[in-house]
C-alpha cells in the first residue's frame, strides 16, 4: 500500500513536508549542539583558569593561603581603563601633540595564564606564536586596534600614567577577554610587579582584582566551596566568583539574538509543516475511504486496518525523518558560514541529539496532525460501500487533534530551547487555530445569509458570488479548515518577512547609522564651560552635559538591601556596588514612562528607575529607597518606572531625580556624541588640555554590533527558504483540500446547461472569498504576535504597519486565486461526464 500510495503521489506532500520541518529544526539544533560543546571544552581557556574570585579592592589574603594549602596553581590580574599616550619621536611633527587613547590596561603576574595560552607577534602581520612568560621589564604588550590608533610601531614608546613603556609585541589573541564590542578599548598588558610605578592606582580608581586558581577538579572544587562559604550572602562586599560554567558569558549574549532569529524561523516552519502535514492526511483520507471499505468487506478487521495505517505512517516518518536529518546536517555548515566570524573557536562534530530530537519531532509532526483525520479510515463500516454519504470525521478528528496540538506545543517548547519563546509561538498558534476557525464559520455564516438577503442587490445579481457563498458555508467545516489553514500559512510567512524587514530594522533602528560614538566622562563642574565650548567650536554642537552622582542603595521600604538575599547574579551584582544616580527635570526624548507620572521640577526627593532594575531588585512604584551618598542618607518614593532605549547609545542613567534632590552632593558630568571616525584627532587637544578626562570610543562596538546583524540576517534568510518551501505546500494542500468537491460541483454545474464562464465565476469569487478571509486573518495575526515577540524576546518595540492588512489580503487574494484556479483550469476543459466519472 505505501508503493501504491508513493507511485501515484498521495504521500508526497506529508513527506515534502516532513522533511523541511526536520530539516530546519536540525540545522539550527545542530549549530546549537556544536556550539554548546565548544564553549564547555574551552571553557577552562575562555577563562584562563578552573576558578575566578573578582573584586573591586585587593583580595584578602585568605584566598591565596586556601589555594596554596590545596596546592593549586595561582595568578593576578588587575585590570582598569586608562589612557595611553604615544612618546614623542622624531617623526612626530613639531608642536603636534602626542596620540591619547582609552586603553583597557591588564597587569599580569609571571604565571598568566593558567590554562590556555597567550598568542603575540613581532608585528601586526608577522605570524604569531604562544607567549613565554610576562612582558620583560620596561615593555608592555599591546593589540592591533591600540598600535593603529596611536600610529605607532613595535619598538616605540607610549606613557602609562608615569611612566614610558616601550611596546615589545602585538598582542593576537587572548581567550578570556572576551568579544571586541564588550571590551571595546583597546589592550595595553605589563607586568603586576611595575604596575605602582605608573602611579594610576589610588582612591576611587575603578580597578578588578583577579585571583585565578587551576588544578585536579577535587582541589578546585573545595576552594570553589571555600571562597562560596565567604563571599556567598553579601559576606564580602565587592568580591564575585566565576567558574568553568561561566565560560565567557559575551559569547552566549552575543549569540543570544542570533539564536532567537534562527529559532523563530525553524519554529514556523515547523508550524507550517504541521498545517500542511494535517491538510495532506486530511485529503488522504477522504481519497481512501472507499478503498478501506473495501478491505473491510473482504473481512480485515479494523484492529488490523488502523495496524497497517500506523505502520505505513511510520515507515514514512521514519524515511522522511532520516532525510531531513541529513539535510539540516548540510544545512548547519551554512549556517555556520554564516556564522563564522562571530564563533572564533574551531567547534566539535555535533552529537547524536540533535538527529534524534530531529526524527522524533517528524515523528511528533506525523502522528500529533496525521493520525487525527486518518483515524475514520481505521473506523469506516463496510457499508460505505453502498452509502458514500457516510462521515465519520466529526466525531474523532477533534479530540485527537487537540491532543496533536498540545504534544506540538511541548515540541515548539523543546525546539526553542527557551520558554518565554517557545510559549509566545506555541501559544500564537494555538490561539490562532481557534480564533480562525470560529472567524471563519462565522464570517461564513453571514456572508452566505448576506447573499441570501433580499437587500444585498449587488451579491443576488451576481450568480458567481451567490453560488459561491452558498457552497463555502455549504462545506463549512471544510471550508472552515481551508480558510483557518491559509491563515496559519499566511501568517507564518508575513511573520517571517516581518523578521527580515521590520522587525531587522526595528534591531538596526534601535542601533542607529548616527549613534553616539564617543563618551567623554570625568568632566569636573569648573570644566563644563571649557569642555563645551572647546566641543562646539570644533564643529561638535549641541552637546549636553549629563551630571552623576555615585550612591549605595541601603534600603528598601526601610529593609536594609542583602545582595545575598537576590538568587539572580545579576541583582546581586547590581545592589553590591554604587549606582550613578542623575538628576534632571525633563524626560529624555528616548525614555518612556511604562508606570506612574514623571515628577518634573518637584522640589521635593522623587525617584524615576529604569524598568529592568526595578524588575530585577523587586522594586515597584510607591516603594521608598534610600542611598548612600558621599557618606549621606537621600532618601526617596518612586513615582515612575521608565523603559530605555540602551541600543541608542546615549547617556541613561538607572535612577533620575529632581534637582532639587541631588543638586547640592559632589557630581562629575559624562556626554555622548557622533564625531565622524576620520576626525577622532579632534579629542586629543582636548585630552592634552584636560589629562583627568577619559574619552571612550564604541565606534568599534557600533560596527561589530552592525556586523553580527549583517551575520545573522544572512542566517535567517538562509533559512527561510525552508519556511517559504514550507509556506508553498501550506498554501497547495489548503487548496487541494476541497478540490475533489470543487471538481463534482463544477462537473454538474456544467452538466446542468452552465457556460465556462459562469463556473469560472463560481470558482474565482470562492477563492476570493477565502484568500481575502485568511490574508485579514493572517494579517492580524502576524501583526500582533510580531509586536509580541519584539517586546518580549527581541526586546525593542515595534510600530504598527498600517500596510499590513491590505497586503495580506492582497497576498491571500492572490495565493488563493492563482493557486486555486491553476489546480482547477485542466478540469474545465475536461467533459463534464469524464469529471463526474472520476470524481
Not at 462545506?475 to 531587522?504: E, F, K, Y
Not at 563645551?532 to 549641541?542: A, F, I, K, R
Not at 545592589?575 to 521640577?601: H, K, M, Q
Request: charged share 20%; aromatic share 8%.
Amino acid at each position: 500500500m505505501t508503493a501504491r500510495d508513493w507511485r501515484s503521489g498521495e504521500l508526497t506532500m506529508l513527506v515534502l513536508a516532513l522533511v523541511l520541518a526536520v530539516a530546519a529544526l536540525a540545522s539550527v539544533g545542530f549549530l546549537a549542539d556544536r556550539l554548546q560543546q565548544g564553549l564547555e571544552r574551552d571553557a577552562r581557556r575562555m577563562i584562563a583558569a578552573d576558578f575566578i574570585v573578582r573584586a573591586d579592592h585587593p583580595l584578602d589574603s585568605f584566598f591565596f593561603n586556601e589555594a596554596r594549602a590545596l596546592g593549586l596553581r595561582t595568578a593576578t590580574t588587575t585590570i582598569f581603563p586608562s589612557m595611553v599616550m604615544r612618546a614623542g619621536g622624531d617623526e612626530a611633527a613639531p608642536g603636534a601633540l602626542p596620540s591619547a587613547r582609552l586603553a583597557a590596561v591588564k597587569a599580569v603576574s609571571p604565571t598568566y595564564p593558567l590554562r590556555g595560552a597567550l598568542r603575540i607577534a613581532a608585528a601586526p602581520d608577522a605570524p604569531d606564536a604562544p607567549a613565554t612568560g610576562m612582558p620583560s621589564r620596561g615593555t608592555a604588550w599591546v593589540d592591533a586596534e591600540l598600535l593603529g590608533a596611536l600610529n605607532a610601531r613595535v619598538g616605540d614608546q607610549v606613557v602609562l600614567g608615569a611612566r614610558t613603556f616601550t611596546i615589545g609585541a602585538v598582542i593576537t589573541r587572548e581567550l578570556d577577554r572576551g568579544f571586541s564590542f564588550v571590551n571595546f578599548s583597546p589592550r595595553l598588558m605589563l607586568r603586576e610587579d611595575e604596575l605602582a610605578s605608573t602611579g594610576l592606582l589610588g582612591y576611587g580608581s575603578r580597578v578588578t582584582y583577579r585571583l585565578l586558581v587551576a588544578g585536579g577538579d577535587d582541589a578546585v572544587a573545595q576552594f570553589a566551596q571555600f571562597a562560596h562559604a565567604h563571599v556567598d550572602g553579601g559576606k564580602l562586599r565587592g568580591v564575585a566568583l566565576e567558574s568553568l560554567q561561566d565560560g565567557q558569558p559575551q559569547v552566549r549574549q552575543t549569540l543570544d539574538r542570533a539564536g532567537h532569529f534562527l529559532r523563530l524561523v525553524a519554529l514556523l516552519t515547523a508550524l507550517l509543516a504541521a498545517v500542511a502535514i494535517a491538510m495532506a492526511a486530511h485529503r488522504y483520507t477522504r481519497r481512501h475511504l472507499d478503498g478501506c471499505a473495501v478491505m473491510r468487506c473482504f473481512g480485515l478487521a479494523e484492529r488490523t486496518l488502523r495496524t497497517l495505517v500506523a505502520l505505513e505512517f511510520l515507515f514514512v516518518g521514519l524515511v522522511a525523518g532520516v532525510a531531513g536529518v541529513a539535510l539540516g546536517y548540510a544545512g548547519h555548515f551554512a549556517l555556520l558560514a554564516w556564522l563564522g566570524e562571530l564563533i572564533a573557536v574551531d567547534l566539535p562534530q555535533p552529537s547524536l541529539l540533535p538527529a534524534v530530537e530531529g526524527l522524533a519531532a517528524g515523528l511528533v509532526l506525523l502522528f500529533g496532525f496525521a493520525l487525527p483525520p486518518l483515524l475514520p479510515l481505521t473506523r469506516v463500516p463496510p457499508v460505505r460501500v453502498l452509502r458514500r454519504e457516510w462521515d465519520g470525521q466529526a466525531r474523532t478528528a477533534w479530540p485527537a487533534y487537540a491532543l496533536g496540538i498540545a504534544l506540538f506545543a511541548g515540541l515548539l517548547v523543546l525546539a526553542a530551547g527557551e520558554l518565554k519563546l517557545g510559549s509566545i509561538v506555541a501559544g500564537g498558534f494555538a490561539l490562532g487555530l481557534v480564533v480562525f476557525a470560529s472567524l471563519a464559520r462565522a464570517a461564513l455564516w453571514a456572508m452566505s445569509h448576506l447573499a441570501r438577503s433580499e437587500r444585498s442587490v449587488a451579491l443576488r445579481a451576481s450568480l458567481g458570488w451567490r453560488y459561491a457563498l452558498a457552497s463555502l458555508e455549504r462545506r463549512g467545516a471544510a471550508s472552515a479548515l481551508q480558510i483557518t489553514a491559509l491563515a496559519i500559512g499566511l501568517m507564518c510567512l508575513l511573520l517571517i518577512a516581518m523578521t527580515r524587514n521590520d522587525l531587522v530594522a526595528g534591531w538596526r533602528k534601535s542601533t542607529p547609522p548616527d549613534a553616539p560614538n564617543e563618551f567623554i566622562i570625568d568632566i569636573q563642574p569648573d570644566q563644563r564651560e571649557a569642555v563645551l565650548s572647546y566641543l562646539s567650536t570644533h564643529g561638535v554642537p549641541g552637546v549636553v552635559l549629563e551630571p552623576f552622582v555615585r550612591g549605595r542603595l541601603l534600603a528598601i521600604d526601610g529593609k536594609p538591601v542583602d545582595p545575598g538575599a537576590y538568587k539572580n547574579d545579576d541583582a546581586r551584582r547590581l545592589v553590591d556596588r554604587e549606582f550613578n544616580l542623575s538628576y534632571r527635570a525633563s524626560l529624555p526624548d528616548d525614555n518612556r514612562i511604562t508606570d506612574g507620572r514623571w515628577f518634573g521640577a518637584a522640589t521635593k526627593p522623587e525617584i524615576s528607575i529604569e524598568a529592568g532594575l526595578a524588575k530585577l531588585i523587586g522594586v515597584k512604584v510607591g516603594d521608598v529607597l534610600r542611598f548612600d551618598v558621599t557618606g549621606l542618607p537621600v532618601e526617596a518614593p518612586v513615582t515612575s518606572v521608565r523603559k530605555l532605549d540602551w541600543g541608542s547609545f546615549k547617556v541613561n542613567f538607572f535612577v533620575l531625580m529632581p534637582p532639587a534632590s541631588l543638586q547640592g552632593f559632589p557630581a562629575t558630568f559624562i556626554t555622548s556624541f557622533y564625531l565622524p571616525p576620520q576626525r577622532r584627532a579632534v579629542l586629543d587637544a582636548l585630552i592634552a588640555e584636560h589629562p583627568n578626562l577619559t574619552a571612550i570610543d564604541t565606534g568599534p562596538i557600533l560596527a561589530q554590533v552592525q556586523h553580527v546583524l549583517d551575520q545573522v540576517i544572512g542566517a535567517v534568510q538562509f533559512l527561510f527558504a525552508f519556511t517559504l518551501a514550507a509556506g508553498v505546500l501550506v498554501l497547495y494542500a489548503a487548496l487541494a483540500g476541497t478540490r475533489d468537491e470543487r471538481v463534482r460541483e463544477s462537473a454538474l454545474l456544467r452538466a446542468l446547461g452552465a457556460s465556462h464562464r459562469q463556473v469560472r465565476a463560481v470558482q474565482l469569487s470562492e477563492f476570493a472569498a477565502v484568500g481575502a478571509l485568511a490574508g485579514l486573518m493572517a494579517a492580524a495575526g502576524a501583526q500582533a504576535l510580531g509586536s509580541v515577540l519584539a517586546t518580549r524576546v527581541f526586546d525593542f518595540y515595534l510600530d504598527f504597519d498600517p500596510w499590513l492588512l491590505p497586503v495580506g489580503v492582497a497576498a491571500g487574494v492572490v495565493c488563493a486565486g492563482v493557486g486555486g484556479w491553476l489546480s482547477l483550469a485542466r478540469v474545465l476543459r475536461r467533459p463534464a461526464a469524464q469529471s463526474l466519472r472520476d470524481a
